[in-house]
Each structure stands twice: as structure tokens, then as C-alpha cells.
Nanobody, 128 residues
Framework: QVQLVESGGGLVQAGDSLRLSCAAS????????MGWFRQAPGKERDFVAA????????YYADSVKGRFTISRDNAKNTVYLQMDSLKPEDTAVYYC?????????????????????WGQGTQVTVSS
């Protein structure tokens, strides 16, 4: 069982930066693939970024590539999402997710149904 707690959301202006954190419980955090998803009002939950448990290989949605960076610190059981050059369309509730299942490539990492554990979400609001 893994518990995830997100933090770091808030209200910022377009062009600003935020760093989200996701603290995980569990002794085998280093073996979990981690992902960030977001959900805007009235929309489906969308993939943002993910990081493999091994070698730290990363995946990004096209909409955030070059602006967002996912990273993990296994010693702290924490995954981060550094968000730069924020846009109003980035406004959403951001969720952290984890799985120890076998995942293939981008399509697997970007599929919310492949993740077993979810945090409660943190609100990010970007004003224009």
C-alpha cells in the first residue's frame, strides 16, 4: 500500500513558476513508476508527466514539454514537478500517481488506468 500526498499548488500569474511535491509512504518507493496528471473543471483527467523507477527516464505530454520537469528523490520518497512558464491553460487540479506494475512505453505511462495509487490533488491556478 502506498499513500501519496501532494503539495505546492497555488495561485500564480502567467509566466511564473511553481514546484509541486508528492510525498509517498512505503519502503519500496524507489521501485514505483510515478506520474502527474491534471484535471480542469468539466474536463477529463489528462497525463502531464511520468518518471520510471529505474534510470529516471521521463515522459511528458506535448502541452508541457520544455516547460515542466519531473524528477524524483528516492531517499526522500518524493517526486517533484517543476512547472515553468505557466499558462492559464495549465490551471487544474494536479494529481500524483504511482504504480509498481509493469509498464511499457509512453502510452502506458500516460494511461491513468495503469496507476494503482493516487493522491488527493493540489490546485494550481494561473491567472492571465
Amino acid at each position: 500500500q502506498v499513500q501519496l500526498v501532494e503539495s505546492g499548488g497555488g495561485l500564480v500569474q502567467a509566466g511564473d513558476s511553481l514546484r509541486l511535491s508528492c510525498a509517498a509512504s512505503g519502503r519500496t518507493f524507489s521501485r514505483y513508476a510515478m506520474g502527474w496528471f491534471r484535471q480542469a473543471p468539466g474536463k477529463e483527467r489528462d497525463f502531464v508527466a511520468a518518471i520510471r523507477w529505474s534510470f529516471g527516464f521521463t515522459y511528458y505530454a506535448d502541452s508541457v514539454k520544455g516547460r515542466f520537469t519531473i524528477s524524483r528523490d528516492n531517499a526522500k520518497n518524493t517526486v517533484y514537478l517543476q512547472m515553468d512558464s505557466l499558462k492559464p491553460e495549465d490551471t487544474a487540479v494536479y494529481y500524483c500517481a504511482a504504480t509498481d506494475g509493469a509498464l511499457g512505453g509512453y502510452s502506458d505511462y500516460g494511461d491513468s488506468g495503469r496507476y494503482d495509487y493516487w493522491g488527493q490533488g493540489t490546485q494550481v491556478t494561473v491567472s492571465s
